[in-house]
């Protein structure tokens, strides 16, 4: 299963690769509030396999980031950390999905108006979020006794406990885990986090202004 995301987005390239004789000069890939276009791809490396590099990046940060979890927090377990893993794939899944649909879709006209973007980016990545609730549901009994015996080191906004070891910690409240923003990594795995919404900006950016010219 932990292939599957990178299968999509590969299949995606080849079939954008195969295609690239039919694919047209330009397309939309932006709307506004009016649903006018106001974004456009082009026939370019960039524009064409953007939308994959960006899928790619957000896929492998995910599997960085669920690999880190496992290292750097002692006490979560073997058993829970494959878990964990197995939960996220959902997720890796369906970011993987919407951005090969994208790819492939919007230059062979597959929307013309912003609506059928969003429902299928809706739809895909609601699957996605319920399947990985679902499995991580099941490791409530195996996360509880993971929690620290008391609240130091939370507060209403972010945990910092300097006397524990881990860089995560599951959530007292709700399901996944948070940052303890005393552990000497919690800054670099938060840029890391931070790092696929960063990179689209800027690839969306750059072919806007590509597009623009």
């Not at 070891?165 to 670099?188: C, E, Q, S, Y």
């Amino acid at each position: 299963m932990k292939w599957v995301a990178p299968a999509l987005l590969s299949l995606a390239a080849l079939v954008l690769a195969v295609a690239w004789g039919d694919l047209p000069p330009r397309w939309p890939v932006h709307w506004g509030v009016s649903g006018q276009v106001d974004g456009w791809a082009s026939k370019t490396l960039l524009g064409v396999f953007g939308p994959l590099v960006v899928g790619a990046c957000i896929w492998a940060t995910i599997a960085i980031v669920t690999r880190l979890i496992a290292v750097t927090s002692p006490k979560i377990a073997e058993k829970t950390a494959v878990a964990m893993a197995d939960a996220l794939q959902f997720v890796q899944i369906a970011v993987a999905l919407i951005f090969a649909m994208l790819a492939v879709w919007l230059p062979f006209g597959g929307s013309r108006s912003p609506l059928g973007v969003v429902l299928m980016a809706l739809v895909i990545s609601g699957a996605g979020i319920v399947g990985a609730m679902l499995r991580f549901s099941k490791l409530k009994p195996t996360l509880s006794d993971m929690a620290l015996a008391n609240d130091e080191g939370w507060n209403a906004l972010y945990y910092r406990n300097a006397k524990d070891p881990r860089l995560w910690v599951p959530k007292r409240w709700g399901i996944g885990w948070t940052i303890n923003f005393a552990h000497r990594l919690a800054w670099p795995m938060l840029l890391l986090c931070l790092s696929p919404a960063l990179i689209a900006i800027v690839i969306l950016l750059t072919v806007a202004t590509h597009a623009s010219r």
